[in-house]
């Protein structure tokens, strides 16, 4: 398979948005493609990828190979004012869900941490180097000063939980749902 490369989200780009909403679709069953888990996958993307296009999209960064995306990292420097955000933020969720979400963003445990990251691969491209890259390029494009960033994996993703240390993550949190991992910056 040819090199991954990275490049900034292009909000006018043709295809940038729907890349990420599928590649979002296609690993959104911890890992594994949740095409088949709800009848309206908006469900998903509503949650875990417009709102970041949406609202901090200067933080979105795709990892490509050629012309297709294959991965992505979305996410935000301010997790507080981010929740804020995405309750007002209109989509397919009702409004209660939205603040349901938004509350489900604010964590204890990360409260040092105010940044947060989602990142995505597809398979193939997998044990590349693109995840280490699009983390590193998500914590350079961070605005200078910001101490640290965290992010939370699904219980049955045994392969992200083995992933995250090895990039400067430690455990915060594990529980039946999935484990909380933080990274402290600067």
């Known amino acids: ?21 599928e590649i979002c679709v296609r690993t959104g069953d911890a890992g594994r493609d949740a095409s088949g888990l709800h009848p309206d996958l908006r469900v998903l993307t509503d949650r875990w990828a417009t709102p ?3 609202l901090e999209p200067a933080l979105a960064v795709l ?17 507080v004012r981010f929740a804020e955000r ?16 938004a509350g489900r963003l604010l964590i204890v445990e990360a409260a040092d941490l105010p940044a947060h990251l989602h990142i995505d691969l597809l398979p193939a491209a997998q044990g590349r180097g693109a995840g280490r890259a699009l983390i590193e390029a ?3 494009a961070l605005p200078a000063g910001t101490a640290g960033v ?5 219980a049955a993703n045994t392969g992200a939980q083995a992933f ?16 909380l991992f933080g990274r402290m910056l600067g």
């Open 1 to 21: 398979m040819p090199e991954i490369a990275l490049r900034p989200f292009d909000p006018a780009r043709a295809g940038d948005r729907a890349a990420v909403l």
């Open 52 to 54: 970041y296009l949406d």
């Open 63 to 79: 990892a490509t190979v050629g012309d297709e995306v294959v991965g992505y990292v979305l996410g935000t420097a301010d997790t």
């Open 86 to 101: 995405f309750a007002a933020h209109p989509s397919s969720l009702t409004p209660l869900e939205r603040r349901k979400h």
């Open 138 to 140: 998500f914590v350079a």
């Open 150 to 154: 965290h992010l939370g994996v699904d």
């Open 164 to 179: 995250y240390p090895r990039v400067g993550f430690r455990e915060l949190r594990r529980d039946a749902d999935g484990v």
